[in-house]
């Protein structure tokens, strides 16, 4: 049977140590680039690409995302009594009425593949995709998520988001080796979690767009914790590949890591300059500075 990928999981129960002290009360995918947080550009993404129902794997201190998701009441009332239309229309374009939100807790850190797993009495039979917040994708198009589901109409198989990565850096993700090289879209022989740099059988790295099949839980619930004691769905996506057929997609766009500070700084300097209204300023002010080692 032919199916659509009409669900998202966003898991979002990290810490953000990274990112402390400004994390300690506010989740880091609250964390503005320019002026919308992290989480919202990711739901945008999602709901682009056909996702009707945003599923929020969630942990401790996190409120602030459920909050940002709402109706603001008081809020909208305000706006509407001082007639600020523009910024009205604003917040009531953030979830569309039509778009469903559920946040579920994640009560333990066992990893990305516990988070995936805690989604699945909301899952249940249907492909679904994942998509972490931390890595920030500009098209000027169709959307990463929106090119992987396209791609799914067409397959019916799981999906992998991957970008040639500096071969120094394969310890910092999935690394996939592929059956062939030619185009976008190949399938996958193998996939290793962090491997160094000298055990990296490519730099084809996996990033934060999943398409998967919902044979992927239970192969989550049969793998061991991995690397950090945590459940790696990397782990559970190398046993998928033993019985389905797994894809590799080089996507169209360009992927900021605002996991990390310099990664968050350059999303918000790029997109400060692409924003038609700041643009013109910003450029003006930062030819003008003057930058000494």
Known sequence: MHKKVTKAVFPVAGLGTRFLPATKSIPKEMLPIVDKPLIQYAVEEAIAAGIETLIFITGRTKGAIADHFDKSYELEKELEQRQKTEALDCLNKIVPASVSCVYLRQAEALGLGHAVLCAKPVIEDEPFAVVLPDDLVHNEGVGCLGQMTELFDETQSTILGVERVPPESTASYGIVKTASDSGRLNRIDQIVEKPQPKDASSNLGVVGRYILAPT??????????????????????????????????????TRYDCGTKLGFLTANVEYALRDAELKQGFRGFLSALDIHE
């Open 216 to 253: 992927i839980f239970g192969e989550l619930q049969s793998t061991d914790k991995g690397a950090g004691g945590e459940i790696q769905l990397t782990d559970a996506i190398a046993g998928l590949m033993s019985r389905e057929a797994v894809y590799a997609y080089e996507f169209h766009g």
